[in-house]
């Protein structure tokens, strides 16, 4: 008999009941709550006079609406301009207190973007099964867990059962093996993947990362890499727990302690796919072929090297494909064979659950030291994923480099990334985003998005226009 | 069966729940909250019944159709299931940009999108191309689809959570063939007033000229689907199993069961 994988495994743990039409039952160990997908699921809940089956498995923090300036934040719920906003983050606090859900409201300090929060409080754990309504879930695969977005009904249904009615996904390995080069990150490695095997590729998959370069990344790289899963189309990414995961989660508030935290790291070191196991796809990239990636159409798909140019409709082949690629060059206003490092930026955005994290924010720092922003750029926020994560930037003095640099130094929350608090990308400008989605208005109507790394977005701040950020690493190490 | 039928019995009736203690005073609290907004009745999910669905086919001839393009998230911020339908494609069916309070019969209509055509009015079948529904997880696309009056989605293929969320709103995806879903295209933009006949219990659709193609629906899904059964009701009557799971688990992984320091 053929080993499992890490998937299977996690499954089988989980397994409830399996049903004979082929679905299952399958056990949640948390779940994660935002403003957004859960007041109706809590309506849902007191319509039915049905009670969370255990509250203590649920986690909530306001994220999507908040707004992100001091002086809005300050004011707590009352900052929020938007009366359709601010409703929707006090229904999140009544139904929290109503149903006896811890939250991290707004004015805690270890608020933030759930994705970033959940892993940071130790809630997310290696083995877990984990599930929010939102599709980025796909995050805390980065530690072992099983973990994906869903429906606001399926929040309900968690919420009143601790289950989740589910098939079983098919397994897919996606290994890169090698080191990468400077300057090119975890970003960089998933935007290539999703280039590789398309916005679909993914889709009816889990999808496990491995490899060397996946295994050289930090947690923060990992989460960066299983966050974007979903933009492959799985609903669930996986890097199995190693010493690395260990270390990150030792200490944090939720995280077992003690010699009970021994026998979970143990337990968790097994959780691996066995050397046998058998996958549905394998795909394999060598890192040393990965170079930093920039989005220049309306799917993640349509990404190239920085190096590269915005390719032209009628040299491709496909039709259905061909039509996408006008539809997306109409929409960004670019022409085919532009390079990519012409095209012109008016705006960046350094934040998301994507890449909101302490190193993303170092890396970003790390381009923008002593040098100033284009003046061209017209607006350049920074947007920490988290409280905390903007309270340990601080300490290490990252707010003054971003601010004497010219960027804007912003409180917590999702932000311009799907913009639908007051950040919004004007219509018709290009932003160098650090988020997950181009889509057409995602980060504000009519709005041009360009995913890319912190490093990268840091470098076209400086620039007003893509640059190849290996060059400019290279020059700082002159420099030096 | 005797499980299925109780869970038929067991579903929500508004009237029985309104009369239940407590509850009432809530939902007036609730109410006066929305009544900030003019945002009046709030309703839970009752998840309509599907049989036989026949109407005229809106062909959306556009790949990887995301959640953003379907329902732009300045209308997430409702705290309703409902009324979502007027901004079913906001941002192309509109030529300005749409806000949650606006009065959307005086906006500029994109004359050009589909959506738009007088053909099409009274559409509930909906013609799409590969990976509908990618992105978000939002289950406000299938709730402003549903609203618009959209029964049933027929695409090469769907991206998984929007799958998923469309079952749980009595909202019928149908994967086909892209050979197919090619030639329905072809005939769709041929014919004014093209209608296409489902009949979710023989899994079939009929063509105007009476030719049918049949499709694939998961068995538990097509189950709910026809009875419009809430699952959360199914999933409790296994109470036990999962009380039995939780406590093994607990037995084996206790630190998943740890409260926060």
């Known amino acids: 008999m053929a080993g499992k994988t890490l998937y299977d495994k996690l499954w089988d743990s989980h397994l409830v009941k399996q049903r004979d039409d082929g679905t299952a039952l399958i056990y949640i160990d948390r779940q994660l709550i935002h403003e957004v997908t859960s007041p109706q699921a809590f309506e849902g809940l007191r319509l039915t006079g049905r009670k969370p089956w255990r509250a203590d498995a649920n986690l909530a923090t306001?994220?999507?609406?908040?707004?992100?300036?001091?002086?809005?934040?300050?004011?707590?719920?009352?900052?929020?301009?938007?009366?359709?906003?601010?409703?929707?983050?006090?229904?999140?606090?009544?139904?929290?207190?109503?149903?006896?859900?811890?939250?991290?409201?707004?004015?805690?300090?270890?608020?933030?973007?759930?994705?970033?929060?959940?892993?940071?409080?130790?809630?997310?754990?290696?083995?877990?099964?984990?599930?929010?309504?939102?599709?980025?879930?796909?995050?805390?695969?980065?530690?072992?867990?099983?973990?994906?977005?869903?429906?606001?009904?399926?929040?309900?249904?968690?919420?009143?059962?601790?289950?989740l009615i589910q098939r079983k996904m098919k397994n897919m390995l996606i290994r890169v093996d090698g080191q990468l080069n400077p300057g090119v990150t975890a970003k960089d490695i998933v935007l290539a993947i999703i280039g590789?095997?398309?916005?679909?590729?993914?889709?009816?998959?889990?999808?496990?990362?491995?490899?060397?370069?996946?295994?050289?990344?930090?947690?923060?790289?990992?989460?960066?890499?299983?966050?974007?899963?979903?933009?492959?189309?799985?609903?669930?990414?996986?890097?199995?727990?190693?010493?690395?995961?260990?270390?990150?989660?030792?200490?944090?508030?939720?995280?077992?302690?003690?010699?009970?935290?021994?026998?979970?790291?143990e337990a968790w070191l097994q959780l691996t796919s066995d050397n046998d196991a058998q996958f549905d796809r394998v795909v394999v990239l060598d890192a040393a072929d990965i170079i930093p990636q920039v989005t220049w159409g309306t799917s993640p798909e349509m990404v190239a090297p920085v190096t590269g140019v915005v390719p032209d409709p009628d040299q491709e082949a496909d039709s259905g494909r061909a039509e996408s690629i006008r539809q997306a060059l109409k929409y960004m206003g670019l022409k085919p064979g532009t390079a990519i490092k012409d095209i012109k930026l008016d705006v960046v955005f350094i934040g998301s659950c994507t890449n909101s994290r302490i190193e993303d924010l170092r890396a970003a720092a790390a381009v923008v030291k002593g040098r100033k922003v284009a003046s061209t750029?017209?607006?350049?926020?920074?947007?920490?994923?988290?409280?905390?994560?903007?309270?340990?930037?601080?300490?290490?003095?990252?707010?003054?480099?971003?601010?004497?640099?010219?960027?804007?130094?912003?409180?917590?929350?999702?932000?311009?990334?799907?913009?639908?608090?007051?950040?919004?990308?004007?219509?018709?400008?290009?932003?160098?985003?650090?988020?997950?989605?181009?889509?057409?208005?995602?980060?504000?109507?009519?709005?041009?998005?360009?995913?890319?790394?912190?490093?990268?977005?840091?470098?076209?701040a400086i620039h007003g226009h893509f640059v190849d950020v290996r060059d400019i690493l290279l020059e700082s190490d002159r420099a030096h | 069966?005797?499980?299925?039928?109780?869970?038929?019995?067991?579903?929500?009736?508004?009237?029985?729940?309104?009369?239940?203690?407590?509850?009432?005073?809530?939902?007036?609290?609730?109410?006066?909250?929305?009544?900030?907004?003019?945002?009046?009745?709030?309703?839970?999910?009752?998840?309509?019944?599907?049989?036989?669905q026949t109407g005229v086919v809106l062909p959306l001839d556009r790949a990887n159709v995301d959640t953003d393009f379907i329902i732009p998230k300045q209308f997430l911020k409702s705290i309703k299931r409902s009324g979502f339908g007027v901004n079913l494609f906001d941002e192309h069916r509109y030529l300005d940009k749409g806000e949650p309070d606006a009065d959307n019969s005086k906006r500029p209509l994109n004359l050009d999108f589909v959506l738009n055509q007088p053909r099409y009015k009274g559409a509930n079948v909906l013609l799409a191309r590969e990976n509908f529904g990618c992105g978000s997880s939002r289950e406000h696309a299938p709730w402003a689809l549903d609203d618009y009056g959209f029964r049933v989605l027929i695409a090469p293929?769907?991206?998984?959570?929007?799958?998923?969320?469309?079952?749980?709103?009595g909202i019928l995806p149908i994967v086909l063939d892209k050979k197919i879903v090619d030639e329905l295209f072809t005939e769709v933009t041929a014919a004014e007033g093209y209608t296409l006949t489902v009949d979710l219990p023989a899994q079939t659709i009929t063509r105007p000229d009476g030719s049918t193609i049949s499709f694939e629906v998961d068995a538990f899904r097509k189950h709910c689907l026809l009875n419009g059964l809430d699952d959360i009701g199914l999933t409790l009557e296994d109470a036990d199993a999962i009380n039995g799971f939780e406590s093994r688990w607990r037995e084996k992984s206790p630190w998943y069961f740890n409260p926060p320091a």
């Open chain 1, 62 to 163: 306001p994220d999507h609406n908040i707004p992100t300036t001091k002086s809005e934040r300050s004011r707590g719920l009352e900052g929020i301009m938007d009366p359709v906003s601010r409703i929707q983050v006090r229904t999140l606090d009544d139904n929290c207190r109503e149903f006896g859900i811890l939250e991290l409201d707004m004015n805690d300090e270890r608020q933030g973007i759930v994705h970033v929060v959940g892993p940071e409080q130790g809630a997310t754990l290696p083995g877990m099964t984990i599930v929010c309504g939102d599709s980025h879930t796909s995050t805390h695969g980065a530690l072992g867990a099983l973990a994906h977005g869903i429906g606001t009904s399926e929040v309900e249904h968690v919420m009143a059962t601790q289950c």
């Open chain 2, 1 to 52: 069966m005797a499980t299925l039928l109780m869970c038929a019995i067991s579903c929500w009736n508004p009237i029985a729940l309104t009369e239940r203690p407590g509850l009432r005073q809530q939902l007036r609290q609730d109410q006066e909250i929305a009544s900030e907004f003019e945002l009046q009745n709030f309703e839970t999910k009752t998840m309509k019944k599907f049989d036989v």
């Open chain 1, 196 to 265: 590789n095997i398309g916005t679909a590729g993914g889709t009816g998959y889990t999808i496990e990362f491995g490899g060397e370069a996946i295994r050289s990344l930090s947690m923060e790289g990992r989460m960066t890499i299983c966050n974007m899963a979903i933009e492959a189309g799985a609903r669930a990414g996986l890097i199995a727990a190693d010493q690395t995961t260990v270390d990150y989660i030792r200490g944090r508030p939720f995280a077992p302690k003690g010699e009970m935290f021994d026998k979970a790291a």
């Open chain 1, 377 to 460: 750029i017209e607006l350049a926020l920074v947007v920490p994923g988290s409280g905390l994560v903007k309270k340990q930037a601080e300490a290490e003095g990252l707010d003054k480099i971003f601010v004497e640099a010219g960027l804007e130094w912003r409180e917590p929350g999702c932000s311009m990334c799907l913009a639908m608090n007051a950040d919004q990308l004007p219509a018709g400008k290009h932003c160098a985003s650090t988020s997950n989605r181009n889509f057409e208005g995602r980060q504000g109507f009519g709005g041009r998005t360009h995913l890319v790394s912190p490093a990268m977005a840091a470098a076209a």
């Open chain 2, 157 to 169: 293929s769907f991206a998984d959570i929007f799958f998923n969320n469309c079952f749980k709103n």
